[in-house]
């Protein structure tokens, strides 16, 4: 038996590895949560090039973000030497964005085209929406955004949108569709769900390219299946076709993105498309103990549209499951907050292994309070993405213009910044004399005479973008990546712009910038040859998980979507009540609450060894107070579960009312003759020694008045008013 046979027989399970050797047709891999999906993905790759003799650049694998597909590239080099990074790993926009590099002509696109992200996709439909006279204000642009992309992922062009068109919000966007596409056309620019349309209508209208693909690639494997769309299903169909060498690995129980198109009927009916396919379990988890387990299967067992399985594990039981009841969602942030201080200080966890998951994003900023309080490091994944801050978009939209000078989103974003004169009824003017004269904006400004409709202030900053851009392209062709990117913000005049900020907030962007020249030198380090039109080709497919930095030694805040793929020793998962979790629009449709409670078994799957669970008597949603726990609480088991009501015993000012009010009210109250009347709780203050510190509590008054300080370095400290010197921040 040859070295990688035994390594691979040593390393995997019999059903994994059972998974890993058949290539006798299309497999459908079930993957329980830390069952080792990825692991049997890369050894599958690697195994065909091994012992099936396939050569790499044959094999496509396929995942949904940057992050995965980079981890699965280092594993196949090291398992299967250097010829692996020929294979194709990607995600599926990477994917299709390369096949219309080569073949956007067959659709009357330049193969220089643009790609938009969702903020300027959103931008340019409300244009289109204004353009036609709908409001913005009674239609909301991002509704029309989600309809547009809903009928991108069923292969609907504007043409049959319009025959099928009959409520009168789709006739609205209907009008807003058709021009939608044109301008995207007209700007040479694909959104994220062109690149998949796009791709799937040529394969299916160009047999010569459909041919090449199908012949080209021997084996696709595709990652994370139960999350695909209608059109990465039809992707995936055609382009395995003709081999039938189909692997796709997929958990029906971690199917989370219905909201965004994500089809579990995919995985569910995958037998019925391909009649001929085998089905393997891997139900062995290498993450999780017992007692999570066993947590995570009893709730998941209340789904019916699943096609089940038990996952088991070796590992340790484990302690309990804690679920906690809380006054409010300010208690609610304390008390994680306070458990957190303690995990640490006893050097059970450090922070990196902590993750605080939630519903939505809303309910974020209680939490963030309160770890700011304390004094406390943390990352939001994602909060503002960094390609989402203002300067670093305006310096990438100068980059995009040297790219693809139609693309009008980046044009306008430009054009008058920093502000050189042209506001915008001469952008108007600009605009509407490049239709008339056939041409772009860009290219009309370009040549100074055709300007004769500017005058004054407008003709100077015309001629001053004239001059930055014609330097651009000269750089361009003169600079490094790195270099270009430093010279488009400093002749842009951005850099000078931060002058407008206070100190504080023009270092901080400064800083953003200095990151971006970072992003684009590494970016020139790991790729050879590498060109500006790469680098904005990758990072226009950024996802927040791409950009998270998990070496970093803070507490991890997220969305439980985001939490997807992603795991962690401590795992803390908060307001589990009714109409937040599960979300009140999901309880009118069965299969939206059981999407629900899908990512609750993927909440509950992230943790490792401790797993903490809470809810709150109140907290305030829409102007009102909540105050029914989740009904997914009482499909816990029982016997996994140590419950603690701490409604009785938080001394936390949170959303109080009544005479719980009242008390908090009496604690704190200062008279207000006290010439120590401003050193209240909760309020910030500097110590001569002991620094920066906040007032959990006080007594006394007057000249007898003591605080107590947790200081941001020196920890708790009780001190008299009267001798700290203290001063308020």
Not at 12 to 27: I, R
């Amino acid at each position: 038996m040859n070295k990688f046979l035994e390594k691979i027989k040593s390393d995997l399970n019999p059903e994994q590895l059972k998974a890993v050797v058949y290539t006798d047709g299309p497999l459908l891999i079930l993957a329980g949560a830390g069952s080792g999906k990825t692991r049997v993905l890369t050894y599958k790759a690697a195994y065909l090039v091994h012992e099936k003799n396939i050569p790499p650049y044959r094999i496509l694998a396929v995942t949904f973000t940057n992050k995965a597909a980079n981890e699965m590239k280092t594993r196949l080099i090291d398992l299967a030497g250097p010829s692996a990074d020929q294979m194709r790993v990607s995600t599926f926009h990477s994917f299709c964005l390369r096949v219309l590099r080569r073949y956007a002509d067959r659709i009357g696109y330049e193969k220089s085209f643009g790609v938009y992200d969702q903020d300027d996709s959103l931008n340019l439909i409300k244009r289109c929406m204004e353009s036609l006279d709908i409001s913005v204000k009674t239609h909301a642009p991002r509704a029309v955004a989600e309809y547009i992309s809903r009928a991108k992922e069923i292969m609907v062009d504007p043409e049959e949108y319009e025959k099928t068109a009959a409520a009168y919000f789709n006739k609205i966007v209907s009008k807003v569709y058709k021009v939608y596409q044109q301008q995207l056309r007209k700007s040479n620019v694909f959104d994220f769900d062109d690149l998949l349309f796009w791709t799937v209508y040529i394969l299916q209208n160009h047999e010569d390219v459909r041919e090449k693909l199908q012949n080209h690639f021997q084996h696709v494997l595709v990652d994370e299946y139960q999350d695909t769309n209608h059109v990465q299903f039809l992707l995936v169909k055609i382009l395995a076709e003709k081999s039938r060498m189909l692997t796709v690995v997929g958990d029906d129980d971690q199917s989370i993105y219905g909201w965004r198109g994500a089809d579990i009927r995919n995985i569910l009916d995958f037998e019925a498309s391909f009649p001929d396919c085998r089905i393997i379990k891997l139900e062995q988890n290498y993450r999780s103990t017992k007692m999570i387990l066993r947590t995570a299967s009893e709730v998941v067992k209340y789904n019916r549209s699943r096609k089940g399985k038990t996952l088991w594990t070796e590992g340790e039981e484990g302690e309990l499951i804690k679920l906690i009841k809380v006054n409010s969602d300010r208690n609610e942030a304390e008390m994680i907050c306070e458990d957190i201080e303690n995990m640490v200080a006893s050097d059970k966890y450090k922070r990196r292994d902590i993750a605080i998951l939630y519903r939505t994003n809303a309910q974020s900023r209680a939490l963030e309070e309160s770890l700011k309080n304390r004094f406390i490091p943390y990352t939001i994944v994602g909060g503002i993405r960094f390609y989402q801050r203002k300067e670093i978009k305006d310096i990438l939209a100068y980059l995009k213009m040297l790219v693809n000078p139609y693309d009008i989103i980046s044009f306008r974003r430009i054009i008058n910044f920093p502000k050189r004169g042209i506001g915008p009824v001469n952008i108007a003017r600009i605009e509407q004399a490049a239709v008339r004269r056939s041409t772009s904006p860009l290219e009309l400004l370009l040549n100074a005479e055709e300007l004769d409709f500017l005058k004054g202030a407008a003709l100077n900053g015309a001629k001053q973008f004239q001059r930055i851009y014609k330097e651009l392209v000269r750089a361009k062709k003169e600079q490094s990546p790195v270099e270009l990117a430093e010279t488009a913000a400093r002749i842009s005049g951005i850099v000078d712009s931060l002058s407008e900020y206070d100190q504080i907030e023009a270092e901080s962007r400064k800083e953003n910038i200095d990151e971006l020249i970072a992003a684009v030198q590494e970016y020139c380090d790991k790729v050879e040859n590498a060109t500006l039109e790469g680098f904005l080709e990758e990072i226009a497919l950024y996802t927040d998980v791409d950009t998270w930095d998990s070496s970093q030694d803070v507490v991890t805040l997220m969305t439980l979507h985001s939490a997807k793929g992603l795991e962690f020793p401590k795992v803390f998962i908060t307001g589990l009540e009714e109409g937040l979790f599960p979300l009140s629009r999901s309880m009118e449709k069965p299969e939206e609450l059981e999407e629900e409670r899908r990512l609750f078994y993927v909440g509950i799957t992230r943790a490792e060894k401790s797993l903490t669970l809470s809810y709150a008597q109140r907290r305030m949603r829409f102007g009102e107070m909540l105050s029914i726990k989740s009904r997914f609480i009482d499909e816990l088991p029982e016997e996994c579960i140590e419950f603690e009501d701490q409604t009785f015993s938080s001394s936390y000012p949170g959303t109080y009312t009544g005479s719980e009010r009242a008390h908090y009210d009496e604690q704190n109250y200062v008279a207000p003759n006290d010439k120590y009347r401003d050193l209240k709780v909760g309020k910030r203050i500097i110590h001569p020694t002991w620094g920066e510190g906040k007032i959990v509590s006080r007594t006394g008054s007057s000249d007898n008045t003591t605080v107590e300080v947790r200081f941001r370095w020196g920890g708790k400290k009780k001190l008299f008013a009267k001798y700290a010197n203290l001063k308020l921040i």
